[in-house]
C-alpha cells in the first residue's frame, strides 16, 4: 500500500499535472499519467463528474452466467474485508456489485458506483474501471491517482475479461474499497478472477464451437467457394472468405446467422456485397441438441446476370426523398429500416456522395415522428457539447446522425464517444446513426458502438437507379419546372462512371439546366466530363473491372506497362479494356 509520502507525492504530482499539464519523471506510474491526459483531453470534470446511467443491462449474458459463481467465491474469501466487488461490461458500465458491508453500499451508492452507471475513463477519469479497459490489462488505482476530486477517497483494482478466443474484451472484473484499506493482493485477485472467468467462457463456448467447426471443415473440405462459419462472436473463415469479405460483409452474415431460423431451406440466397459484386450465399445451420449452435456460409461470387434476390425483399421499400429501386439501393433501405425500427446504433458506409445522408433521412421521415432530425458534421464538430451542437432543445430528439466520422480528428475521439453514451442515456433515446466513406478509417473505439452496419452502393453498380434518381434532382433543382432528361441524354449518363456518385450527377444537371432551363435536357447540353465514358453501360463486374484499371493507373501515374503488371493482365488486354471502358489513362493519372 502506498505509503504517506508517496501518497503526498502522488497528491503533489497531480495539482503539478492539473495546473501546468507536467509532472516531474517518474512521480506517478507512466499508466497513470497517460491515462491523467486521456482524461484531460476528454474534458473530465476534475469535481464531480457527470455518470452515464443506462437501464438497458443484459443480466442473462454468457459474461454475466459465467462470473456470478466466480464472484460468489471471491465474496465468500473476503467476507470481513471491507471491500466491494464489481462486474462490468466491455464498455465500463457497471453491471453487478457485492458489498462485502452495509456501509460500503451506502458510500458507493453514493458516487454512482452502482449497476446502470458508467465508469468509462471518458466520463469519470482516471479509475479502476475505466482505465484498465483503455490499458487493456490489470490495472490499480489509488487515491490521488484518480484524476476527479470525488473519486481520491477510493482505491480499486480491475482487470479485464477477455473471450478466450478472440482476446476480445467483454469486460471487467474489479475491487473496490476505501483508500486506507487497500491492499496489493487487490490487483492479484482480480487478476485470478479474470482469468477463472475466461475458463468458464471457455468451457461454455467450446462445445458449441467444437461442433461448428466440425461442421465448418467439412463444408470447407468439399467446397469450392468462401466459407465462413459463426458461432456466437467466433467466426472462422477459409481462406477464400478472407480474400473475398470486408468486415461489412462480414457483419452482415453475422446478423444473418442470428437472424436465419434452424430450419431454413437449402435454398440459395443473394447477397450484394460491400465492393459491390454479387454472391449467392448457402447456409448451413448447425444445431447442437435442440438448440442452434451456428451456421456455416458458403458463398460463390455469381455472374452479373441473373441477380436472385432474397424473398423477403421482393416489395421495394421507398423512402420519401430517396430514389431508387435497385435491388442493392432497396436492400440498404429495408436495412436501414429495420436498424432505426429496433434503435440500433447504425453504421452506413459508401463512396462520397452514394446518398447515405439521404437515406438515413428517407428512414427518419418515414416513421413520420414529430421528432427532430440533427445531422453532426464530425469533420467539423468543435465543441462537442450537446447543447453547441443543437442537441438540445424542447422537441425530442428522433435521429442523430454523426456524419463523415471516419474523418473525425483523433484528438476528439474520446468526446464523441461521451457523445454517444449521453444520447443513448437519453429516455427515449434517439435513433444514433454515423456516415462514412471508408469503414478502414474509422477509430475501432467508435467501430464498436454500431450495432449493425449497411453499405450503400456506389452509382455505378446500381445504374438502374437513375430512372428514378435523375428526375428526383431535377425536381429538387428546379422545383416545379417540369424538366426531364431525353432518352439520348439518359443513354449518356447511364454510360458514365460516377466516382463521385450522385453529387457528381447533381452538379452534370444543374449545368444542364443552366444551359436549358426549361424543358427537356438534350444530350448536347449535358456538360463535357469524366475520362471514363464507355460505349454502353457496364454490368457490375464490368465497372468493378473498370475501377480496378482506373485505381491502377492512378497508383501508377498513367504507366500502362506497370498498372498492367499490377492488374496481372497483359499490357494488351489492357489496351483493350482501356478502349472498351473509355479509360484515357493521362487523365485518370491526374485524379
Ligand atoms: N437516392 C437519392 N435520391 C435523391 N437524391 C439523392 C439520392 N441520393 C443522393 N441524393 C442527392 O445527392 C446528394 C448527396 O447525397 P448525400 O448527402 O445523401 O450523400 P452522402 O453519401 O451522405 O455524401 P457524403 O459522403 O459527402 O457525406 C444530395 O444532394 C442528395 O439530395
Given at each position: 500500500m502506498p505509503t504517506p509520502d508517496r501518497r503526498r507525492q502522488v497528491a503533489r504530482a497531480r495539482a503539478e499535472f492539473l495546473t501546468s499539464g507536467a509532472v516531474a519523471d517518474a512521480a506517478v506510474e507512466d499508466a497513470i499519467l497517460t491515462s491523467w491526459r486521456r482524461s484531460r483531453f476528454a474534458g473530465v470534470d476534475i469535481g464531480t463528474p457527470h455518470v452515464p446511467y443506462g437501464d438497458a443491462l443484459d443480466l442473462r449474458s454468457r459474461l454475466v452466467r459465467c462470473a456470478t459463481p466466480v464472484i460468489k467465491r471471491l465474496h465468500d474469501r473476503l467476507a470481513g474485508i471491507p471491500v466491494s466487488i464489481v462486474l462490468t461490461?466491455?464498455?465500463?458500465?457497471?453491471?453487478?456489485?457485492?458489498?462485502?458491508?452495509?456501509?460500503?453500499?451506502?458510500?458507493?451508492d453514493g458516487v454512482y458506483f452502482a449497476p446502470g452507471f458508467c465508469y468509462a475513463e471518458a466520463h469519470v477519469g482516471t479509475n479502476g474501471v475505466g482505465t484498465a479497459l483503455e490499458e487493456g490489462r490489470p490495472v490499480f488505482v489509488s487515491g490521488p491517482e484518480h484524476f476527479n476530486e470525488r473519486s481520491i477517497a477510493f482505491?480499486?483494482?480491475?482487470?479485464?475479461?477477455?473471450?478466450?478466443?478472440?482476446?476480445?474484451?467483454?469486460?471487467l472484473i474489479d475491487l473496490s474499497c476505501l483508500a486506507e484499506d487497500a491492499h496489493p493482493m487487490m490487483r492479484v485477485l482480480v487478476q485470478e478472477a479474470a482469468l477463472d472467468i475466461e475458463r468458464l467462457l471457455l468451457d461454455d463456448g467450446s462445445e458449441r464451437q467444437r461442433v461448428v467447426l466440425e461442421a465448418f471443415l467439412s463444408v470447407s473440405r468439399r467446397s469450392t467457394g468462401a466459407v465462413l462459419s459463426v458461432c456466437g462472436d467466433v467466426v472462422m473463415a477459409n481462406q477464400r472468405a478472407s480474400a473475398l469479405l470486408t468486415p461489412t460483409d462480414e457483419a452482415l452474415l453475422r446478423a444473418m446467422a442470428t437472424e436465419l431460423p434452424a430450419d431454413t431451406p437449402d435454398t440459395p440466397l443473394g447477397m450484394s456485397l460491400a465492393e459491390g459484386s454479387w454472391a449467392q450465399v448457402r447456409c448451413h445451420p448447425v444445431v447442437h441438441g435442440s438448440a442452434q449452435a451456428g451456421t456455416v456460409f458458403e458463398l460463390r461470387l455469381q455472374e452479373p446476370h441473373p441477380r436472385p434476390r432474397p424473398a423477403q425483399r421482393s416489395v421495394p421499400v421507398t423512402l420519401p426523398g430517396a430514389a431508387g429501386q435497385s435491388p442493392a439501393w432497396v436492400d440498404a433501405s429495408a436495412d436501414a429500416r429495420e436498424a432505426?425500427?429496433?434503435r440500433l446504433p447504425l453504421l452506413v458506409s459508401g463512396e462520397a456522395g452514394v446518398g447515405k445522408t439521404t437515406l438515413v433521412r428517407g428512414v427518419h421521415l418515414s416513421a413520420h415522428s414529430t421528432g427532430r432530425f440533427v445531422l453532426v458534421d464530425c469533420d467539423a464538430a468543435v465543441p462537442w457539447s450537446p447543447a453547441d451542437l443543437g442537441l438540445r432543445g424542447p422537441a425530442p430528439l428522433q435521429t442523430v446522425v454523426l456524419r463523415h466520422l471516419d474523418r473525425i480528428d483523433p484528438?476528439?475521439?474520446?468526446?464523441?464517444?461521451?457523445?454517444?453514451?449521453?444520447?443513448?442515456?437519453?429516455?427515449?433515446a434517439p435513433w444514433v446513426v454515423a456516415t462514412a466513406a471508408s469503414l478502414g478509417d474509422v477509430p475501432e473505439h467508435l467501430l464498436r458502438r454500431f450495432d449493425s452496419t449497411v453499405t450503400v452502393a456506389p452509382l455505378r453498380h446500381r445504374i438502374e437507379d437513375l430512372e428514378q434518381i435523375v428526375p428526383a434532382l431535377l425536381e429538387q433543382l428546379a422545383p416545379g419546372r417540369g424538366s426531364a432528361c431525353s432518352?439520348?441524354?439518359?443513354?449518356?449518363?447511364?454510360?458514365?462512371?460516377?466516382?463521385?456518385?450522385?453529387?457528381?450527377?447533381?452538379?452534370?444537371?444543374?449545368?444542364?439546366?443552366?444551359?436549358?432551363p426549361v424543358g427537356v435536357v438534350r444530350r448536347e447540353d449535358l456538360p463535357p466530363t469524366s475520362s471514363t465514358t464507355s460505349r454502353r453501360a457496364l454490368s457490375p463486374i464490368e465497372s468493378l473491372e473498370r475501377d480496378a484499371i482506373v485505381a491502377a493507373l492512378v497508383d501508377t501515374d498513367g504507366n500502362r506497362k506497370s498498372a498492367a503488371a499490377k492488374l496481372g493482365m497483359s499490357r494488351s488486354s489492357l489496351y483493350r479494356k482501356l478502349h472498351a471502358f473509355g479509360i484515357d489513362p493521362s487523365d485518370a493519372a491526374q485524379r
Amino acid at each position: 500500500m502506498p505509503t504517506p509520502d508517496r501518497r503526498r507525492q502522488v497528491a503533489r504530482a497531480r495539482a503539478e499535472f492539473l495546473t501546468s499539464g507536467a509532472v516531474a519523471d517518474a512521480a506517478v506510474e507512466d499508466a497513470i499519467l497517460t491515462s491523467w491526459r486521456r482524461s484531460r483531453f476528454a474534458g473530465v470534470d476534475i469535481g464531480t463528474p457527470h455518470v452515464p446511467y443506462g437501464d438497458a443491462l443484459d443480466l442473462r449474458s454468457r459474461l454475466v452466467r459465467c462470473a456470478t459463481p466466480v464472484i460468489k467465491r471471491l465474496h465468500d474469501r473476503l467476507a470481513g474485508i471491507p471491500v466491494s466487488i464489481v462486474l462490468t461490461d466491455e464498455r465500463g458500465r457497471l453491471l453487478q456489485r457485492e458489498d462485502s458491508e452495509r456501509r460500503l453500499t451506502r458510500i458507493f451508492d453514493g458516487v454512482y458506483f452502482a449497476p446502470g452507471f458508467c465508469y468509462a475513463e471518458a466520463h469519470v477519469g482516471t479509475n479502476g474501471v475505466g482505465t484498465a479497459l483503455e490499458e487493456g490489462r490489470p490495472v490499480f488505482v489509488s487515491g490521488p491517482e484518480h484524476f476527479n476530486e470525488r473519486s481520491i477517497a477510493f482505491a480499486c483494482a480491475g482487470a479485464p475479461i477477455r473471450n478466450p478466443l478472440t482476446r476480445r474484451i467483454e469486460g471487467l472484473i474489479d475491487l473496490s474499497c476505501l483508500a486506507e484499506d487497500a491492499h496489493p493482493m487487490m490487483r492479484v485477485l482480480v487478476q485470478e478472477a479474470a482469468l477463472d472467468i475466461e475458463r468458464l467462457l471457455l468451457d461454455d463456448g467450446s462445445e458449441r464451437q467444437r461442433v461448428v467447426l466440425e461442421a465448418f471443415l467439412s463444408v470447407s473440405r468439399r467446397s469450392t467457394g468462401a466459407v465462413l462459419s459463426v458461432c456466437g462472436d467466433v467466426v472462422m473463415a477459409n481462406q477464400r472468405a478472407s480474400a473475398l469479405l470486408t468486415p461489412t460483409d462480414e457483419a452482415l452474415l453475422r446478423a444473418m446467422a442470428t437472424e436465419l431460423p434452424a430450419d431454413t431451406p437449402d435454398t440459395p440466397l443473394g447477397m450484394s456485397l460491400a465492393e459491390g459484386s454479387w454472391a449467392q450465399v448457402r447456409c448451413h445451420p448447425v444445431v447442437h441438441g435442440s438448440a442452434q449452435a451456428g451456421t456455416v456460409f458458403e458463398l460463390r461470387l455469381q455472374e452479373p446476370h441473373p441477380r436472385p434476390r432474397p424473398a423477403q425483399r421482393s416489395v421495394p421499400v421507398t423512402l420519401p426523398g430517396a430514389a431508387g429501386q435497385s435491388p442493392a439501393w432497396v436492400d440498404a433501405s429495408a436495412d436501414a429500416r429495420e436498424a432505426a425500427a429496433r434503435r440500433l446504433p447504425l453504421l452506413v458506409s459508401g463512396e462520397a456522395g452514394v446518398g447515405k445522408t439521404t437515406l438515413v433521412r428517407g428512414v427518419h421521415l418515414s416513421a413520420h415522428s414529430t421528432g427532430r432530425f440533427v445531422l453532426v458534421d464530425c469533420d467539423a464538430a468543435v465543441p462537442w457539447s450537446p447543447a453547441d451542437l443543437g442537441l438540445r432543445g424542447p422537441a425530442p430528439l428522433q435521429t442523430v446522425v454523426l456524419r463523415h466520422l471516419d474523418r473525425i480528428d483523433p484528438r476528439h475521439v474520446l468526446q464523441l464517444d461521451a457523445l454517444v453514451d449521453d444520447l443513448l442515456a437519453q429516455r427515449p433515446a434517439p435513433w444514433v446513426v454515423a456516415t462514412a466513406a471508408s469503414l478502414g478509417d474509422v477509430p475501432e473505439h467508435l467501430l464498436r458502438r454500431f450495432d449493425s452496419t449497411v453499405t450503400v452502393a456506389p452509382l455505378r453498380h446500381r445504374i438502374e437507379d437513375l430512372e428514378q434518381i435523375v428526375p428526383a434532382l431535377l425536381e429538387q433543382l428546379a422545383p416545379g419546372r417540369g424538366s426531364a432528361c431525353s432518352e439520348d441524354a439518359m443513354n449518356t449518363l447511364a454510360r458514365k462512371a460516377w466516382t463521385g456518385n450522385v453529387t457528381e450527377l447533381r452538379t452534370v444537371l444543374a449545368a444542364a439546366l443552366r444551359r436549358r432551363p426549361v424543358g427537356v435536357v438534350r444530350r448536347e447540353d449535358l456538360p463535357p466530363t469524366s475520362s471514363t465514358t464507355s460505349r454502353r453501360a457496364l454490368s457490375p463486374i464490368e465497372s468493378l473491372e473498370r475501377d480496378a484499371i482506373v485505381a491502377a493507373l492512378v497508383d501508377t501515374d498513367g504507366n500502362r506497362k506497370s498498372a498492367a503488371a499490377k492488374l496481372g493482365m497483359s499490357r494488351s488486354s489492357l489496351y483493350r479494356k482501356l478502349h472498351a471502358f473509355g479509360i484515357d489513362p493521362s487523365d485518370a493519372a491526374q485524379r
